[in-house]
């Protein structure tokens, strides 16, 4: 009788299991409300995140300090967050309408308050997922912060290596320095990181603010500072989650807020009837491609509408900017920033108040009904917010007197931002089906975009599964290779697609919300490719790469609705 090998396990198993027991440590740490992340209570967190070694936190698992994934957690971190011995998650409980001052990281929408010299509060409003992107964050950060305090002690914990008291001595006094002073001190702290003179000179640049140029040296201060106090003095550093946000999370309070302004919105301007098309984009490529051909013609160059939108995206176009926005919002915009907390704005165009002829346009698609579309969009959702946003949006508007309007929802777009698994980035994904990750649950839908339809425009065009993840900054390479060399043919993953197609398909096609007729739109373009060396969410972002494949599929999509 032959008896199978029990074959040990892959590095992609070991990464799989690795995953789950991160997101069960910070269920159950959630549900506990308050844990020590360098004690006992987040031995568990911690062990796994080394474990799986994430490519966009590089070296956490070494003993140099990782510094391009110190880059892309400061920059999704409130300013100061490394001083503070006590972060505190918290709902929306008012914090905004005190004298705290919000502080609101550059890569994140997330509203963040300095309570006192030890405390940070910040603000979840944006569901679980928000809350595992905080927790890696900080667990990253605490691990570095712990590399440095190994790095600077000496003596059994008794004294200080002299590059650490000279850096202790600028940052406490405040001292202003000169270039020659600061390379020095840069040749000081490369040593306390492990790293090289270039890189951390290159680090400083990056982190370096106008008013504070010399941030990287406070930064790398603080870390080591409280670290040092954990294992000296025992003061461990605390995360707790206040029993408001406990209460509140996944019972759409902040989604069904939203949703309610947008269709209160639709009520007032008459427009609840009308043919409606949703699309999950950015603020403004949708508004760009409609309004800016009109406002802006003699800007275009050799008859190449790209041109115009490249322009557009440079920093020092505001006044351009302003030009097509001031014409959109006489012409059929209306534009709802986000009260609810969910940080999705939103911008609601009617089409009958657009000369259409003047566009890049034609009406093809919308001439068999008498009504005009009236287009829908939002801003970019969050992780599991996907799900909590498309669900109460397309539930029946309640209206006077207990009266019920379904929303007639033609079609629904979803574009976004994705990592790449063949290809690079800027290119483009056409999704067939979502998976969510950990899971074979799986989401095949008919995608009314198509390979074919993108040839001629300039950038790769790839097909297949898209893998919605539970956070992009959980995934390395022996996982991604899996998804894209297994049977699953995966060409992306990102973290919403699963959640709105689960949204899109019980209220089309159980609650009938929506017609089941509803047609979906699916395209991502690539922002980094984390099977590549260098490639990785932290080697920084598109630049102009992002703005072709960015208009590219919009106008594949508003070519659908026209």
Not at 111 to 137: A, P, W
Not at 476 to 483: A, E, P, Y
Request: positive net charge; aromatic residues 8%; glycine residues 8%.
């Amino acid at each position: 009788m032959e008896h199978s090998k029990i074959q040990g396990r892959t590095r992609a198993q070991e990464s799989s299991s690795a995953i789950e027991r991160l997101y069960i440590s910070m269920r159950h740490l959630f549900s506990r409300g308050f844990y020590k992340p360098m004690g006992i209570s987040g031995d568990a967190l911690r062990e796994s995140l080394l474990l799986l070694r994430p490519e966009i936190y590089g070296s956490i698992a070494e003993e140099k300090v990782e510094l391009n994934g110190l880059i892309y957690v400061i920059e999704r971190l409130p300013t100061g967050i490394e001083e503070c011995r006590f972060i505190n998650l918290t709902a929306d409980e008012g914090y905004s309408k005190s004298h705290f001052k919000a502080i609101i990281p550059p890569k994140r929408r997330r509203n963040c308050f300095r309570i006192d010299k030890d405390q940070m509060n910040i603000e979840v409003t944006r569901g679980r997922s928000e809350i595992y992107d905080i927790l890696t964050h900080l667990t990253f950060l605490f691990i570095e912060s712990h590399k440095i305090a190994s790095k600077v002690l000496i003596n059994n914990g008794n004294d200080f290596i002299r590059e650490w008291k000279k850096l202790a001595d600028v940052v406490i006094h405040n001292k202003k320095i000169s270039g020659d002073e600061r390379d020095i001190m840069l040749a000081h702290l490369a040593s306390i990181l492990g790293r090289s003179f270039e890189e951390t000179q290159k680090v400083h640049e990056i982190l370096g603010e106008e008013n504070n140029p010399d941030r990287l040296f406070q930064i790398i201060y603080w870390l080591g500072r409280l670290a040092i106090n954990e294992k000296i003095e025992k003061r461990g550093r605390a995360i707790s989650f206040s029993p408001i946000l406990r209460e509140r999370l996944g019972h759409h309070v902040y989604g069904e807020m939203w949703a309610n302004k947008i269709k209160n919105k639709l009520n007032e301007h008459n427009l609840l009837e009308r043919p409606i098309h949703i699309i999950s984009a950015n603020m403004h490529s949708v508004m760009n491609s409609i309004y800016a051909p009109i406002v802006l013609p003699k800007q275009i160059k050799d008859n190449n509408i790209i041109s115009l939108f490249e322009l557009l995206s440079k920093d020092d176009n505001e006044d351009l900017r302003a030009q097509v926005k001031n014409y959109a919002s006489k012409n059929g915009l209306i534009y709802l920033k986000d009260t609810s907390g969910t940080n999705i704005n939103v911008q609601i165009i009617d089409t009958e108040k657009i000369d259409i002829p003047k566009t890049n346009y034609t009406l093809n698609n919308s001439l068999v009904n008498e009504q005009k579309p009236v287009i829908i969009v939002m801003d970019y959702a969050f992780g599991e917010q996907a799900y909590e946003t498309m669900d109460e949006l397309l539930k029946p508007f309640i209206g006077a007197k207990g009266k019920k309007y379904h929303l007639n929802v033609e079609s629904i777009s979803i574009m976004g931002k994705a990592g790449i698994l063949e290809g690079g980035k800027g290119d483009i994904m056409i999704p067939s089906s979502h998976i969510f990750e950990g899971t074979a649950d799986n989401y095949p839908f008919k995608n009314q975009l198509k390979k074919k339809m993108f040839e001629g425009c300039g950038v790769g065009v790839y097909t297949g599964a898209m893998v919605t993840v539970l956070g992009t900054s959980l995934q390395n390479k022996d996982i991604l290779k899996f998804f894209h060399n297994s049977t699953w043919k995966v060409t992306g993953l990102e973290m919403e697609g699963a959640h709105y197609q689960k949204a899109i398909q019980a209220a089309s096609k159980i609650r009938g919300n929506i017609s089941r007729k509803v047609k979906v739109n699916y395209a991502y373009y690539a922002s980094d490719n984390p099977l590549e060396t260098g490639s990785t969410l932290a080697s920084g972002g598109l630049g102009t790469t992002g703005v072709l494949p960015t208009y590219v599929i919009t106008q594949k999509i508003l070519e659908q609705i026209f």
